[in-house]
């Protein structure tokens, strides 16, 4: 089975002005693989550096539609992956993470890592199903 490149604009487009080797979604069979990216702000797709509340919000949206692009939901996502680049985010980025999966969880890590090119605080990767 071969695998699929799912383009998912705008992101893809953003991705691609900064010269991100990566595509947004990669489908085989029925898992989507969806890759991690900066908070972009979806009107002007700068990265968005403020506040980690808004910088969460942008990247779970991200995540969100391209989920959605392959086929499936936040309800079939079965692992997310969550990098900041401080540990101190842990609670609110919490508050917004519970907003998209409020129930029945998906597995998931938290990672402090340092900091990225670009000045922003986030980045959240998901696997997921696709019924």
Known sequence: MKREIIRVEPLATFLEKYNAP??????HGDTI??????????ETG?????????????VLEQMKQCV???????????????YVTNVEMFP????VYKRYFPSDFPARIFVNVPAWNGGFDIEVDCIAAVE
């Open 33 to 42: 693989y969806v890759t991690g990216a900066p908070p972009f702000d979806p």
């Open 22 to 27: 990566t595509s947004t979604v990669t489908k």
């Open 92 to 95: 609110k980025v919490n508050e």
């Open 68 to 82: 959605e692009a392959a086929g499936s939901s936040l309800e079939n996502v079965l692992k997310v992956n969550v």
């Open 46 to 58: 700068e990265i968005f550096k403020g506040d980690i509340s808004r910088q969460a919000e942008l």
